[in-house]
């Protein structure tokens, strides 16, 4: 069965760091661009990070750029979003979602993890 | 940066056909995708590439996209459809992902 589960959300100061994890299962992480995405309290959908099937081309949204890093464990078929610099902004559910290319829809999406920045 | 528009909230009484629409400058030359997120819940693609439906959606789904408007069609609206609704798409000028800022589908 096709999953993905993100994990490492929590209460943060701003200025802080955290790093989510996006463990996967029933696909091969490699074979497809994954993708971070998020939504604060009550707002939609704001695209923030993409990551390449090869892992050598990653974009980012102007929001978080600089400050968010995406990453990937072939070996443990998992997708990382490493945030500094956190802004109480950043407060939202983030969701990681699987696409087959930058075109594509998104056609798994985990459950979420809460991420909030307070002081 | 790309931006599409969609309205705040569409009602319509069950049984009724309800459209929602995206709109986008020549959004009709570029690919759609539609997400129903329902509260409480991640969103799921119920449309892609403007007229493609997942095979676990219900055929009452359908897509469309020309012009300066992509639209989401739903016939035969029941109360389980009630959920917010994403258009999305991929800008390649830019490298970004846009999505639409959500309708509220509401079944009176």
């Known amino acids: 069965q096709v999953r993905l589960v993100e994990s490492g959300g929590g209460l943060v100061k701003p200025g802080g760091s955290l790093r989510l994890s996006c463990a996967t299962s029933?696909?091969?992480?490699?074979?497809?661009?994954m993708t971070w995405i998020r939504q604060a309290p009550g707002k939609g959908l704001e695209w923030i990070s993409y990551?390449?099937?090869?892992?050598?081309?990653?974009y980012y949204a102007d929001s978080v750029k600089g400050r968010f890093t995406i990453s990937r464990d072939n070996a443990k078929n998992s997708l990382y979003l490493q945030m500094n610099s956190l802004r109480v902004e950043d407060t939202a559910i983030y969701y990681c979602?699987?696409?087959?290319?930058?075109?594509?829809?998104?056609?798994?999406w985990g459950q979420g993890t809460m991420v909030t920045v307070s002081s | 940066s790309y931006v599409l528009t969609q309205p705040p909230s569409v009602s319509v009484a069950p049984g009724e056909t309800a459209k929602i629409t995206c709109g986008g400058d020549n959004i009709g030359t570029k690919s759609v995708h539609w997400y129903q997120q329902r509260p409480g819940q991640a969103p799921v693609l119920v449309i892609y590439y403007d007229t493609d439906r997942p095979s676990e959606i219900p055929a009452r789904f359908s897509g469309s996209n020309s012009g300066n408007t992509a639209t989401l069609t739903i016939r035969r609206v029941a109360a389980d459809d009630e959920a917010d609704y994403y258009c999305q798409l991929w800008d390649s000028s830019g490298d970004y992902v846009v999505f639409g800022g959500g309708t509220k589908l509401t079944v009176l």
């Open positions: 990551l390449s099937q090869t892992g050598d081309t990653k």
């Open positions: 029933g696909f091969i992480i490699t074979d497809n661009y």
């Open positions: 979602a699987r696409g087959y290319s930058y075109e594509d829809a998104f056609d798994i």
